[in-house]
């Protein structure tokens, strides 16, 4: 384990590189209502604008039936379309766009209205929910998709982990330099190496319950923060096509009386 580290560092405030304060828009779609409150977060945390992204034909609700409806579009190449947002995208210059993931990039309005409105130049900064991941992956394919932007780092929590949403996204904002505070320098993961039988518990404990299989632990790094003990870990299984796939499974341990691990993210 790497030793404790609690220097406590004065974020970079976005507007210390230009002279003024920066202009701020919270664009999201939500279906659920999950990425509505990572929305209403920012907004709360940083006072930025808001608008929602609606698609023109509106989703059911219903999982199942959405699920079916995108497989379908997929399969006839269709892009649902956006409705045209109102806000003036010349007022900003840092736009927070929300999204939940659906088969592990934004959901289809997003990629529809990203079609239809001019983003170069901008700061973009992306944010997501997600039942178990697609941070990474939605943000590459942002970049693809708006190369004249500006991309940056990116949040994402899982839908089952939204009463950390305070705290996390505080810590995400003040280190991107969107709000001013003062926060913890996490250390670094250790190198991966094998899992002990007290970690290979504690990815069980975080996992099992997860509804889809994430497979066996085979290698872990770990970092100490003074609220929690982070894991890394590297898991084998079974790929769709049935052949050995490896992802990156996240796991943190509050420190915090009577909690348990948590399955925070995986990366495939
Ligand atoms: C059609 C559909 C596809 C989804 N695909 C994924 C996925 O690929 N990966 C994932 O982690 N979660 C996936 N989810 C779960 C959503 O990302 C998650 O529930 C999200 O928090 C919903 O956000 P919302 O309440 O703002 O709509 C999917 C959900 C739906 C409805």
């Not at 649902?80 to 007022?91: G, N």
């Not at 089952?160 to 995400?172: G, I, S, Y």
């Not at 898991?235 to 420190?255: C, F, I, L, M, Q």
């Given at each position: 384990?790497?030793?404790?580290?609690?220097?406590?560092?004065?974020?970079?405030?976005?507007?210390?590189?230009?002279?003024?304060?920066?202009?701020?828009?919270?664009?999201?779609?939500?279906?659920?209502?999950?990425?509505?409150?990572?929305?209403?977060?920012?907004?709360?945390?940083?006072?930025?604008?808001?608008?929602?992204?609606?698609?023109?034909?509106?989703?059911?609700?219903?999982?199942?039936?959405?699920?079916?409806?995108?497989?379908?579009?997929?399969?006839?190449?269709?892009?649902?379309?956006?409705?045209?947002?109102?806000?003036?995208?010349?007022?900003?210059?840092?736009?927070?766009?929300?999204?939940?993931?659906?088969f592990g990039t934004y959901a289809p309005p997003v990629a529809s209205l990203l079609k239809d409105i001019?983003?170069?130049?901008?700061?973009?900064?992306?944010?997501?929910?997600?039942?178990?991941?697609?941070?990474?992956?939605?943000?590459?394919?942002?970049?693809?998709?708006?190369?004249?932007?500006?991309?940056?780092?990116?949040?994402?929590?899982?839908?089952?982990?939204?009463?950390?949403?305070?705290?996390?996204?505080?810590?995400?904002?003040?280190?991107?330099?969107?709000?001013?505070?003062?926060?913890?320098?996490?250390?670094?993961?250790?190198?991966?190496?094998?899992?002990?039988?007290?970690?290979?518990?504690?990815?069980?404990?975080?996992?099992?319950?997860?509804?889809?299989?994430?497979?066996?632990?085979v290698s872990v790094g770990s970092r100490e923060t003074s609220t929690s003990v982070d894991y890394r870990?590297?898991?084998?299984?079974?790929?769709?096509?049935?052949?050995?796939?490896?992802?990156?499974?996240?796991?943190?341990?509050?420190?915090?009386?009577?909690?348990?691990?948590?399955?925070?993210?995986?990366?495939?």
């Amino acid at each position: 384990m790497k030793k404790l580290m609690t220097i406590i560092v004065a974020a970079a405030v976005f507007s210390a590189c230009t002279s003024q304060q920066p202009k701020m828009l919270v664009l999201y779609y939500s279906q659920e209502g999950t990425t509505q409150k990572v929305a209403e977060e920012i907004v709360a945390q940083t006072g930025a604008d808001i608008e929602r992204i609606e698609a023109a034909e509106p989703y059911s609700g219903n999982f199942e039936e959405t699920i079916q409806r995108c497989l379908k579009e997929r399969e006839d190449g269709v892009m649902p379309e956006a409705m045209p947002i109102t806000s003036d995208l010349s007022k900003y210059n840092v736009i927070f766009i929300g999204y939940p993931i659906w088969f592990g990039t934004y959901a289809p309005p997003v990629a529809s209205l990203l079609k239809d409105i001019h983003l170069d130049g901008k700061a973009i900064v992306p944010f997501c929910t997600f039942g178990s991941g697609g941070l990474d992956s939605s943000v590459a394919d942002l970049k693809q998709a708006l190369p004249g932007a500006d991309i940056r780092e990116g949040f994402g929590i899982r839908a089952a982990r939204m009463d950390n949403l305070k705290p996390e996204l505080e810590r995400f904002l003040i280190l991107g330099g969107y709000k001013e505070g003062e926060v913890e320098t996490y250390p670094d993961y250790s190198a991966q190496a094998p899992v002990t039988e007290e970690e290979a518990a504690i990815f069980d404990a975080a996992c099992s319950d997860y509804q889809f299989p994430l497979g066996t632990p085979v290698s872990v790094g770990s970092r100490e923060t003074s609220t929690s003990v982070d894991y890394r870990f590297t898991a084998e299984g079974n790929g769709p096509d049935g052949n050995v796939s490896h992802s990156t499974v996240y796991v943190t341990v509050p420190k915090a009386d009577g909690s348990t691990p948590e399955f925070t993210m995986v990366v495939r």
